[in-house]
């Protein structure tokens, strides 16, 4: 639990802005740049001082969230010719990159994929097998990223007791 103050601050603008582009990519199937962009400057700012992460861990999130998904963007396309996501997904990965570390980007892609492959099954399965139906990203990446704020923490430490 976050005190009263600057960080919980941050963590609130942080989630307000999740839900706002999830509600906007559903609508439009876009992630606005006036949000992702001026949000990923902020989050490694404020991480100067080390409010979520250090900054070392800040500027890795925001350059590993933005290559990971930058990366199968390319390759999907140079495979098939067509474009699997768009840009803003990946800004997106990288505004939380910023925020949060690079931890949460591996977390917010395995929780965004797993639950957006879910709900993209049961879509498919319901309109009668269509595969042409597009199901925006956007979403189950900040639904993956609010996952790690609230739960992360307890649930890296649970994997990695199933290791030992």
């Known amino acids: 639990m976050l005190p009263f103050g600057w ?6 603008l942080l989630t307000w802005a999740l839900i706002s582009l999830t ?9 606005p740049d006036q949000i992702t962009l001026p949000l990923l400057w902020l989050g490694l700012l404020i991480n100067i001082n080390g ?16 290559l990971s998904l930058w990366s199968i963007y390319w390759i999907f396309k140079l495979l098939t010719g067509k474009e699997g996501m768009g840009g803003g ?3 997106l990965l990288a505004m939380i990159g910023a925020f949060l570390g690079w931890k949460a980007v591996v977390f917010t892609i395995f929780a965004g994929s ?21 199901v925006p990203f956007g979403p189950f990446l900040s639904l993956g990223a609010l996952l790690f704020i609230f739960f992360g923490p307890q649930f890296i430490d649970w994997y990695l007791g199933l290791m030992m």
């Open 7 to 12: 960080p919980l601050f941050f963590a609130l």
């Open 23 to 31: 509600f906007i990519d559903f609508d439009t199937m876009l992630l």
């Open 51 to 66: 409010t979520f992460v250090g900054l070392t861990d800040a500027v890795l999130g925001a350059a590993f969230g933005y």
């Open 89 to 91: 997904d990946i800004k």
């Open 114 to 134: 797993a639950t957006g492959t879910l709900v993209g099954a049961i879509v498919v399965l319901g309109k009668g097998g269509g595969r042409k139906l597009a």
